[in-house]
Each structure stands twice: as structure tokens, then as C-alpha cells.
């Protein structure tokens, strides 16, 4: 089975600046795809990002973007600029098939 | 475009009772759509995977019984939760996958607003 881990159940970033959340997956498919969502406290998933695992370059997202290492089976996100917007819960997630295998999440705040 | 409506926001039910949930898409058909249960601050779990016209598959560990779900048109599908109890107090959300986007899972998935049950 899949499963995909957020070691970071908390993450604090000054607006303006940089932070990056961490995603590690574990699966023995190669055709994969990989997203981050975002939940702000009206609880409404929002997506943020996506990957092809086939694909090699990293995607972005205007301030969004990730660091997709296959070998790795990482998917890191990284966000720009930070604004207060930006707080809430980033839920990284793994699908194959059909169905859709979320992280325990990562509650993000951003510091005025 | 491609909004899915979920009702109730939120309901408040005496133990022993059923409540059903509502998830609705708007602007588009939905093939398939998702049940997912998320207690507070933690992740959202898959329930089951419902298609229209076709029994639910329900994850491991997730009562059929208990959580009924029926799917009979392309835009909505309902859950019901039978003889609720306390434990069943979760946040409950919904997602839809349009009929003409395909199957694949890189197919966008559309989330509703979720329902809040609280068993009394």
C-alpha cells in the first residue's frame, strides 16, 4: 500500500520570506502523480500543485513550486514571498489509479 | 466552473438517529466521486469511491452498513450515516472527477465544502 509522510506537523515562515515543506512517499508504482493541497480554515481543499512522476522537471506555480527526487521518493514544496493568505493546513498526496492517499498534513503559519 | 456543492455544513443528530449527507455537482457530470472522513487537525481519510450507477467500494475497515452510499445520478451522490453515534463526530468531505476529464488520477479532483457532524 502507499503511504505518504509529512514530518512536519508544524511550520512557521515570516511573510515575505521562504519555506519549504517536506513530503516522503513510499510506493512500487512508477506511473504516479503527486499533489500538494491546501486547507485554510474554512476547511475547502484547495489544490496548489501537481506532478507527473514521468516527468523530470519540477513543477511550478507562480510563488509555488516543488523538488519532485524519484530515487528519493521525495516531493518537497516550496513557497515564495509568503503571504498571510498562504496559512493554513498543505496536505501532500499521492495517486495512482483512482484513489487519492493524503499526508497527516502540515499546519503552516505565516508571521506578520 | 467545476463546483461541487456538499449539504449540510453542518449537522447536529441525537445518538440512534441517521443523517445523510449530500454532495452535488454543479456544472459538470461526476463518474466517480469520494467520501473522505477528517478528524480535527489530523489527515483526510478515504472512505470509499463511489461510481454512478454501481455499488460503493469502501475502504478497509470502513462499516458498508453503517455508512450507506448511493450514487444514483452523474452529479450527485449521497452518504448516510445510520444509528449514529459520538464516535461518528468527524468532518466529512466529498470530491468529484468530471465524466469528460477521464479516469486517470491526474484527472482534477473537485472538493465539496464538507459537513460537520456532531452526534449528541
Known amino acids: ?112 | 466552473g467545476a463546483v461541487v456543492s456538499q449539504h449540510p455544513s453542518w449537522v447536529i443528530c441525537k445518538s440512534g438517529t441517521s443523517v445523510k449527507i449530500e454532495c452535488r455537482s454543479l456544472d459538470f457530470q461526476a463518474t466517480t466521486m469520494f467520501w473522505y472522513r477528517q478528524f480535527p487537525k489530523q489527515s483526510l481519510m478515504l472512505m470509499a469511491t463511489s461510481n454512478e450507477g454501481s455499488k460503493a467500494t469502501y475502504e478497509q475497515g470502513v462499516e458498508k452498513d453503517k455508512f450507506l452510499i448511493n450514487h444514483a445520478s452523474l452529479t450527485l451522490s449521497t452518504l448516510t450515516v445510520t444509528s449514529a453515534h459520538p464516535e461518528d463526530s468527524s468532518f466529512y468531505i466529498c470530491s468529484a472527477r468530471a465524466a469528460k476529464s477521464g479516469t486517470g488520477p491526474n484527472s482534477p479532483l473537485h472538493f465539496g465544502n464538507g459537513t460537520r457532524l456532531t452526534v449528541t
Request: proline share 4%.
Open chain 1, 1 to 112: 500500500a502507499q503511504t505518504v509522510t509529512q514530518s512536519q506537523p508544524e511550520m512557521s515562515v515570516q511573510e515575505a520570506e521562504t519555506v519549504t515543506l517536506s513530503c516522503t512517499y513510499d510506493t512500487s508504482e512508477s506511473d504516479y502523480y503527486l499533489f500538494w493541497y491546501k486547507q485554510p480554515p474554512s476547511r475547502q481543499m484547495i489544490l496548489v500543485i501537481r506532478q507527473e512522476a514521468y516527468k523530470q522537471q519540477n513543477a511550478t506555480e507562480n510563488r509555488f513550486s516543488v523538488n519532485f527526487q524519484k530515487a528519493a521518493k521525495s516531493f518537497s514544496l516550496k513557497i515564495s514571498d509568503s503571504q498571510l493568505g498562504d496559512a493554513a493546513m498543505y496536505f501532500c498526496a499521492y495517486a495512482s489509479g483512482s484513489r487519492l492517499t493524503f499526508g497527516e498534513g502540515t499546519q503552516l503559519t505565516v508571521n506578520p
